[in-house]
Structure formats: structure tokens, C-alpha cells
């Protein structure tokens, strides 16, 4: 009888350890799909920095056609509006008519660093 219970438990180890084998196999396939799935190419991590890219990037496209609004009205009164031209020219350029005067105002701060 005990010729006939060797092979019995022979054939169970070799059993338990292909299934052990099989089982460690599908963990390591797993593991690394999951890797990729996180960590690749096309995996989440890289799906995350896109969209957060993209996000940044629409906020630009906008704050650029905000800006291109402005520089086109800017444009606009240039272009037809004479006070305005004639506001620039006497601020940015102190430019004047014949027969006044262009006065510069120094800011008090500036009176005192140089007293000092």
C-alpha cells in the first residue's frame, strides 16, 4: 500500500508547484500591464500631464485674443480718433501747441533721494 500513495503525493507536489509556477507568472503579467497602464506611453500619468498641458494652453489662446481685442481697439482709435492721438502725443511725447508751455512734475520721492 505504500508504493501506491507515493505517486499520489508525488503527482500533488508537482501539482501545487505548477500551480504556484502558473500563479507567480500571471501576478508578473499583471504587475506589468498595471506598470504600463500607470507609467507608459499612453498610460495615466501621461494622460493627466496632457490634459493639464492643454488647459494651459486654452488659458493662453485666451488671454491672447483678449489681448488681440485690446491691440485691434487700441488700432481702431488711433486710426479715427483725433483726441486720443492728440492725448498720446502730449503724455508719451510732451508734445505741444504753439504757444503752451510743457511742464515736467518730479515726484516728491524722487526730490528726496536725491537731497539725501
Known amino acids: 500500500m505504500k508504493r501506491a500513495t507515493e505517486p499520489r503525493v508525488l503527482r500533488q507536489k508537482i501539482v501545487d508547484t505548477q500551480k504556484r509556477f502558473i500563479r507567480g507568472i500571471l501576478f508578473l503579467i499583471a504587475t506589468t500591464l498595471l506598470v504600463v497602464f500607470v507609467f507608459g506611453d499612453h498610460g495615466l500619468l501621461q494622460l493627466y500631464k496632457l490634459k493639464r498641458e492643454r488647459a494651459q494652453i486654452q488659458n493662453h489662446i485666451i488671454k491672447l485674443r483678449q489681448n488681440k ?44 533721494d536725491s537731497n539725501k
Not at 483726441?83 to 512734475?105: N, S, T
Request: without cysteine.
Open 69 to 112: 481685442e485690446v491691440l485691434i481697439a487700441e488700432k481702431n482709435r488711433l486710426e479715427n480718433d483725433l483726441d486720443y492721438i492728440e492725448k498720446l502725443a502730449r503724455e508719451k511725447y510732451r508734445m505741444a501747441k504753439p504757444g503752451e508751455q510743457v511742464f515736467k512734475v518730479i515726484p516728491k520721492q524722487a526730490t528726496e
